[in-house]
Structure formats: structure tokens, C-alpha cells
């Protein structure tokens, strides 16, 4: 006789592995509108995210975390342990004055910069 519940318990657990484990892939928590580019780069797994947002509810984001442009370089001097890499993500309705001055402050401690683009669907 086949016992059928220990497959259904390796089914059910395979089901929430790949849940969880698809959901966990790099994705910033606030909303971004990405520019659209003719080419897309792999993400880098252990960069930093920082996000320029429009809006009310907008402003600048060190991975999720709300901040300001004077407060960045205290934190990314304490980020600089775990990597030296930052992918900036831009809505396409920010000036590119903002997206320059964050660019420069990151580029100034010393961090490579990486701009996340969507890419062309034909």
C-alpha cells in the first residue's frame, strides 16, 4: 500500500520553497518607474539599493530605509563593511539634477555605481 501523506508533505514544502524563494529576489519596497534601456546588466546580489521616489510619499531611500541627502555619506560609511557596490534606482520623472547630486555624494565615498534601467520590450 502507498502512503500518500509523506509525498503530499514534500509537494506542499517544494510549493512554499519556491514561494518564498522566487519572492526574495533583489527588489526594492518602494515603487519605482525605471527608464527604459536598450541594455540590461545582471543585478549584483550584496549591493546596496538606493532609490530616488516622486511624490508625497516620495524622497531618497538607502535599501528601504527613508533618509536625506545630508545624512547619506554618514550612512554609507557604515555600509562600506558589507559592499562597496550601490544600484541607484530612479523613477524616470526625477530631474536629473536630484539623480546627479545623489550620484556624486555616492561616488565621492568611493562606492561603483550601477543605474537601474527596465529593459525594451520589442
Do not use: C, W
Not at 501523506?5 to 519605482?32: E, H
Not at 545624512?71 to 539623480?99: C, F, H, M, N, W
Amino acid at each position: 500500500m502507498l502512503y500518500t501523506a509523506p509525498l503530499m508533505d514534500v509537494i506542499l514544502l517544494l510549493i512554499i520553497f519556491f514561494l518564498f524563494g522566487t519572492s526574495l529576489v533583489l527588489k526594492s519596497g518602494v515603487g519605482v518607474t525605471l527608464p527604459s534601456s536598450g541594455s540590461v546588466l545582471p543585478p549584483a546580489e550584496d549591493a546596496h539599493i538606493v532609490a530616488l521616489i516622486p511624490g508625497l510619499n516620495g524622497g531618497l531611500y538607502f535599501n528601504d530605509q527613508r533618509t536625506t541627502l545630508e545624512a547619506l555619506p554618514a550612512i554609507l560609511g557604515k555600509a562600506r563593511e558589507r559592499s562597496d557596490q550601490v544600484i541607484l534606482l530612479s523613477d524616470e520623472t526625477i530631474d536629473y539634477g536630484s539623480v546627479m547630486e545623489v550620484s556624486s555624494v555616492i561616488l565621492e565615498h568611493g562606492f561603483s555605481l550601477s543605474q537601474a534601467t527596465q529593459q525594451n520590450t520589442p
